[in-house]
């Protein structure tokens, strides 16, 4: 179908460091996921 996707694994506190990165690869942001797991 076209899509496309950027895998970044950062902090999370960093927030604007992952969106800056999002923007120069596609030019803005449609969608942002947070998955942040813990293992015990």
Known sequence: MGRK???VQADLMKIE????EAV?????????INC???IR
């Open 5 to 7: 996707y950027l895998k």
């Open 17 to 20: 460091n992952i969106v800056a």
């Open 24 to 32: 120069a690869e596609f030019g803005r942001v449609d969608i942002l």
């Open 36 to 38: 942040a797991g813990t």
